[in-house]
């Protein structure tokens, strides 16, 4: 049973940092791709950042955070991180790690986690 377990969440200041982490088990962590999405407040959930499986880590980034979030994997930590970095109040959203075997911006990754809430006060 794949499980993705959200951390590193919270309340922070415009400007400021914050880094998720993402600890998966039940999979062959290495094999997959790995992606953060968000969901803002009464808005639909959206692409964020995704990092390819083991051997590539080719990243890819939505337009906004680019130059400000960098996602990276540890494979013998089964884990993978979003650094949020010059954090802005319209990055406040419910953040979702969610694995799948190929990489793509779509919502249809057959894995995810429960989610955590990232809030940016100005």
């Known amino acids: 049973q794949v499980q993705l377990v959200e951390s590193g969440g919270g309340l922070v200041q415009v400007g400021g940092s914050l880094r998720l982490s993402c600890a998966a088990s039940?999979?062959?962590?290495?094999?997959?791709?790995m992606g953060w999405f968000r969901e803002p407040p009464g808005k639909e959930r959206r692409f964020v950042a995704a990092?390819?499986?083991?051997?590539?880590?080719?990243?890819y980034y939505e337009d906004s955070v680019k130059g400000r979030f960098t996602i990276s994997r540890d494979n013998t930590k089964n884990t993978v991180y979003l650094q949020m970095n010059s954090l802005k109040p319209e990055d406040t959203a419910v953040y979702y790690c969610?694995?799948?075997?190929?990489?793509?911006?779509?919502?249809?990754?057959?894995?995810w986690g429960q989610g955590t809430q990232v809030t940016v006060s100005s």
């Open positions: 990092i390819t499986w083991s051997g590539h880590d080719t990243t």
């Open positions: 039940g999979l062959t962590f290495s094999r997959y791709a």
């Open positions: 969610a694995a799948d075997r190929n990489l793509h911006y779509g919502l249809n990754w057959p894995h």
